[in-house]
């Protein structure tokens, strides 16, 4: 699961708060970020409508690509790739990526 520091400090404006919450919107969409970061995305799209409507966006053309290319698999080489450099995190630590 990906973490973001997705956090919302008080004395930022909320346009940073948009800004915060629409970089994490696509992992949030795909079920990625920790329960925490994920709650803090749902209260800041329910408290402002020009983001609920860039969600809404985001959603509509994700089930439209979803229903004209039905599901997908990453090719082999590129899942294998993936799954080392996730073995490389997990062993030496997210810093050292």
Known sequence: MIEFPIEFPDDLAAENECDLAMRGV???LHGELPESSADEIRRHLLACEKCMD???VETFIGALLRRCYGPTQAPEP???RITRLSI???ETG???V
Do not use: I
Request: cysteine-free.
């Open 26 to 28: 696509h992992a949030f």
């Open 54 to 56: 860039n969600f809404d």
């Open 78 to 80: 590129l899942r294998m």
């Open 88 to 90: 490389t995190t997990h």
């Open 94 to 96: 997210p810093e050292s």
